[in-house]
């Protein structure tokens, strides 16, 4: 279980998150 595998998939989630905000926000998918 590698530091690098997990600060990744930690990135990957809250970008994730954060387009499906700001997709929710300006009304577009």
Known sequence: MSTDLIIIVTIV????VAICIEGSKGGKK
């Open 13 to 16: 989630a809250v970008l994730f």
